[in-house]
């Protein structure tokens, strides 16, 4: 099974889901409504908010890239295998109220971001 990628490098180039403003107040999970964010930690990786990836299962994802993700807690050991980041070790990220899988939390040294799949979330 192959790794792919695929990456807005400019989000005029793509269309997004509703991701809301910089000013909107929250973004929720989908199953449960708690808070996991904010549309004012979104951010770039590689060029791109949004990326598309598939894992060795042949699972495809859509996930937005966040500095950070307070109601997203850590649910696994951290791995460099199948990372889709070169250089980032990834943990599976689940919802902190429901258990609900949001996405991934990856880090590299003292740099962590998190990885969170958009059908996941509730945007405002």
Known sequence: M???CRQAPDDAT???PDIGSKSSPVIVCRNCSYQVTTPDE???MNGAFLHTFANPHGHVFEIGCFQQAWG???ASVSSLE???FAGYAWQIGICANCGAHLGWIFTSGT???FGLIVDKLRFP
């Open 2 to 4: 192959h790794v792919i």
């Open 14 to 16: 793509r269309t997004t």
């Open 42 to 44: 979104r951010m770039k």
């Open 72 to 74: 997203c807690i850590p």
């Open 82 to 84: 199948f990372t889709w």
């Open 111 to 113: 740099h962590r971001f």
